[in-house]
């Protein structure tokens, strides 16, 4: 069984005190306590079964405008940790940006499905090995897969500063994934599919398998095709990854650091004004939901992007004091080893307007010549800062408003923002891929290299 972790400790507040009896001006505790079982099936048999149990906690603290961090997975060593964020403070230089924020309140969100406590690890097993089986019989030339995994995990996070923050809550997340293979003679598609929230029951396992074998069994046949400039219509799943490089450009962090290609465009057009991009920490059971950031501060929905045009940063502390603004409430850490940086809750991308979103075969309907892109390959190389990208396609190619056949070795490449530029609809049906929500997308006059 899984059961449910909880924080609550005496130690977190122990080592408040201990911080401030220490020199601390301000200091604050972080918390986390997580259980996870994770599952890798391969041919219908167990590959990889994984069972942990973890506690860590960490210190940060302020001395005339120092700061100092330490951590441990330890909690009888809570006096030593707090010596040692002290005594670290000794060493960094002073910035009168530091500091701990206030409390203001939690957001109310649900993002804990207690069905997850009595989970059976049998049963666990079960579901990763019906998404597998269910993309080995779509069809036979599904011959195989890869990284068929399901991952289960519960977790309970303590905040609590010397300015009156103390908070805590549980949580609960699960995905699964898969890579189905398709052969046809000597030729070989690979398809991939994802599911990902904080409830077992908006998981659909034999969707994931059926969807990850459709994709891959799609392209089979695939050809190249001519140099054109034309209409890309991006998979859901495609169009994640371009809106993730473009919520980076988001972080107020990034612009001060002079890493974001939207530094200094508040109050411009930076994308299509038949768009919105929202960041919401309060959206039902999305992963990236929370009542608070990682430093105490009540999430909220905001429209950083509205009819196209910039209307904001995403804000830590730190970063907000540097721009003398607020917290919006997107404090993020990678574990309790890190220090809160800056990043977003949920991010997703609507239409402005309902007359600028339809389903797919409207979508389909309004393209002449152009190319629905299912995979792409070397997104990584994409330039965060400069917003260029050159990427590899798959998909098919489209003509007259009806697919044509499976395109292969095809290039999309331009700027970022001149994509999000050139959207001109945008699907009805919002997908996540964990804390990015898409439809498709549609966008005009791209380039299309074979």
């Not at 289960?152 to 293979?181: P, Q, W």
């Not at 690979?190 to 929230?197: E, F, H």
């Not at 950031?293 to 999430?299: L, N, P, S, V």
């Not at 997104?379 to 499976?406: C, D, F, K, Q």
Request: aromatic share 6%.
């Amino acid at each position: 069984m899984i059961n449910q972790p909880s924080a609550k400790t005496a130690f977190a507040d122990k080592l408040l005190q201990l911080a401030l009896e220490a020199g601390a001006d301000e200091t604050e505790v972080y918390v986390r306590i997580s259980r996870h079982l994770s599952i890798e099936v391969k041919e219908q048999r167990i590959d990889t079964l994984e069972r942990s149990d973890s506690i860590g906690y960490s210190i940060r603290v302020f001395k005339d405008g120092h700061l100092g961090f330490s951590y441990s997975t330890d909690p009888s060593e809570i006096a030593a940790v707090a010596k040692r964020a002290v005594e670290a403070s000794h060493f960094t230089e002073a910035d009168e940006s530091n500091g701990l924020p206030s409390g203001n309140g939690f957001a109310e969100v649900s993002i804990f499905d207690d069905s997850l406590s009595t989970l059976d690890e049998r049963k666990a097993v079960d579901m990763v090995l019906s998404m597998e089986n269910a993309a080995l019989q779509e069809d036979k030339r599904i011959t195989k897969t890869r990284n068929a995994s399901g991952s289960f995990s519960l977790g309970c996070t303590r905040i609590a500063n010397s300015k009156g923050i103390d908070f805590e809550f549980a949580s609960s997340a699960y995905s699964a994934h898969i890579m189905a293979v398709a052969e046809q003679g000597q030729e070989s598609q690979m398809g991939w599919d994802y599911q990902g929230s904080r409830f077992l029951r908006d998981i659909s396992f034999d969707q994931i398998g059926q969807a990850a074998a459709s994709k891959a069994l799609q392209i089979l046949g695939a050809r190249k095709i001519k140099p054109v400039r034309g209409f890309v219509l991006l998979d859901p799943s495609v169009a994640a990854d371009f809106i993730g490089i473009l919520a980076s450009a988001l972080s107020s962090e990034a612009v001060r650091k002079r890493k974001s290609m939207l530094a200094g465009k508040i109050g411009e057009v930076v994308i299509s004004s038949r768009l919105n991009l929202v960041d919401s920490g309060l959206l039902h059971g999305r992963l990236g939901s929370r009542p608070v950031d990682d430093e105490g501060i009540a999430t909220s929905e905001k429209t950083l992007i509205e009819k196209g045009i910039l209307m904001g940063y995403l804000y830590n502390t730190y970063n907000a004091r540097k721009d003398n603004t607020v917290s919006t409430g997107n404090a993020v850490r990678g574990g309790f080893t890190g220090l809160p940086a800056v990043g977003p809750t949920n991010v997703f991308l609507s239409a402005a307007s309902k007359e600028y979103s339809t389903n797919l075969s409207g979508l389909l309907s309004m393209v002449d010549k152009g190319i629905y892109v299912i995979e792409t390959m070397g997104m990584h190389t994409a330039n965060p800062i400069s917003g260029e990208y050159s990427v590899g396609v798959s998909g098919l190619w489209i003509e007259g408003g009806s697919i044509s056949h499976p395109v292969k070795e095809a290039v999309i490449s331009g700027s970022i923002l001149d994509l999000f530029k050139n959207i001109v609809l945008i699907g009805d049906e919002l997908s996540f891929y964990g804390n990015i929500g898409t439809s498709h997308l549609l966008a005009g006059d791209i380039d299309i290299s074979g």
